[in-house]
């Protein structure tokens, strides 16, 4: 029996495990003993493992914090690293989102595309590698995630107590071809308390409801005498408007909403606001403040005028985002969201950011920072994952890499590989979550035999 056929044998099974699968309501819930994230988690683990352990593989249970299951021989160990968790159904499904429903030749439900399929494939990868009976010098190791979703808590678990690591992996919780790149992330809030008196003071201030998402949205109250709310209301200023209020007037402004991951595609309606703002006599430090996030950060998307700007061949520019801003009379705090290049380190752009922000005054309050992840295209991991994704699809494959980050980095050495193919549909978080049957069929194939090139 070959590879294929070992695969396509499963096919039944795999259907109806992935049905059992999506029926478990696997959304993060608050811990309870022995469910570190909610009982529906906790039942989706125990449900693969019972597969696994049902299909003669070797599977642990580690802590209820993530799982794995394995098969082969040798010293090194080759990792398929997939998740089980899901986000929750949200409204506008036509289907029963935990119905695994199988309807024109496509399993509709939460967790179907996203991770739930690839990884049901991915078990039943490894079980057809064994039914072929293939010689593998490297163990082949299905990680089971239970928090991707919500943190990666599960991988850190796993890696802070002993989990062993693989020489290489892949993650079919991305897209194909192959993502061998994905830009360090840092998350910081900055905060800057101010006295303000005379006439034009800030009232309330803010905009932005995520760091990653550029905002559409952001306003201002402004005290004021009612003749400049007058001459404001009589010529605002593009994408602005402006009322009267009883002591002043609302300044709003407008933008549009883009992915934090390319800001270049939006326009930071807060970038928009404090730039129109700084025609306004504010006195003292809040007028500093305004005046420096006009000038550092105000529409601009590359980091530029904070002294961050970078690039790379083989990721392009550094991006920023301005992504949220809250203030009152007193205070405001801020984040910021920047990307940067592959090839590139936190040093060389962190201490900038930061260095302008505290030379104005302003606060780190909370930094969260992902370093990136770079695997080159030489590299035997990248290259055999081109090899078997251009063999079975006859497809172009060339790798990519994005600004966002995947599941890839929870583990070292792991890349993102699948499981959505160029010009796919992508549902994934959204309503009607489905993949196809032959898709779905397509990539348990990928996966065994990227599997086996790995583990032979
Ligand atoms: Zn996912």
Not at 184 to 205: D, E, H, L, P
Not at 371 to 382: D, G, T
């Amino acid at each position: 029996m070959t590879l294929q056929e070992a695969v396509s044998a499963r096919q039944e099974e795999l259907l109806r495990t992935l049905q059992e699968s999506i029926r478990i309501r696997s959304v993060q819930a608050p811990a309870e003993e022995g469910c570190p994230y909610g009982p529906g988690v906790r039942r989706c683990l125990d449900h693969a493992l019972e597969t696994a352990r049902g299909l003669g593989l070797k599977a642990v249970d580690m802590d209820h914090q993530a799982g794995w299951c394995e098969y082969g021989e040798g010293e090194e160990m080759v990792a398929v690293l997939g998740h089980l968790d899901v986000v929750p159904e949200g409204d506008g499904w036509s289907f029963d989102p935990f119905g695994g429903e199988i309807r024109d030749g496509k399993v509709f439900g939460r967790g179907s595309m996203d991770d739930k399929g690839p990884t049901v494939a991915a078990l039943y990868a490894l079980a057809a590698i064994r039914d072929a009976g293939l010689p593998l010098r490297r163990r082949i190791r299905l990680l089971l995630g239970t928090n991707e979703e919500t943190g990666s808590q599960d991988m850190k678990y796993y890696r802070a107590h002993g989990g062993e690591l693989p020489v290489m992996g892949f993650t079919p919780d991305g897209e194909y071809p192959v993502i061998n790149g994905e830009k360090g992330i840092v998350n910081m809030t900055f905060r800057r308390t101010y006295a303000q008196s005379g006439a034009v003071r800030i009232k309330r201030i803010g905009g932005g409801s995520a760091p990653n998402v550029v905002p559409a949205h952001a306003r201002a109250e402004i005290v004021c005498p009612p003749e400049l709310a007058e001459q404001w209301m009589a010529a605002p200023a593009e994408k602005l408007r402006v009322s009267e209020t009883a002591d002043g007037m609302l300044v709003e402004a407008e933008g549009v909403s883009a992915h934090g991951a390319s800001p270049q595609e939006g326009e930071n309606a807060l970038g928009r606001l404090v730039r129109a703002l700084t025609a306004l006599p504010l006195a003292e430090d809040a007028g500093a403040a305004v005046c420096f996030l006009a000038e550092k950060l105000g529409m601009e998307t590359d980091g530029a005028a904070l002294g961050a700007a970078l690039r790379d061949e083989v990721s392009g520019p550094l991006t920023l985002n301005w992504g949220t801003l809250e203030g009152d009379d007193t205070s405001l705090s801020l984040t910021v969201n920047f990307r940067y290049p592959v090839t590139k380190t936190y040093e060389d752009c962190g201490p900038a950011v930061r260095a302008a922000f505290e030379g104005a005054g302003f606060t780190l309050e909370r930094e969260v920072h992902k370093p990136c992840l770079y695997i080159p295209q030489s590299s035997e991991l990248v290259q055999t994952l081109l090899r078997v994704y251009a063999e079975k699809t006859g497809l172009p494959a060339a790798p990519k890499s994005i600004g966002g980050g995947t599941y890839a980095k929870a583990i070292p050495n792991v890349v993102a590989f699948g499981p959505i193919f160029p010009g796919d549909e992508v549902r994934e978080h959204k309503p009607d979550e489905f993949i196809e049957v032959d898709k779905l069929m397509k990539n348990a194939q990928i996966i065994a035999e990227a599997m086996y090139q790995l583990a032979k």
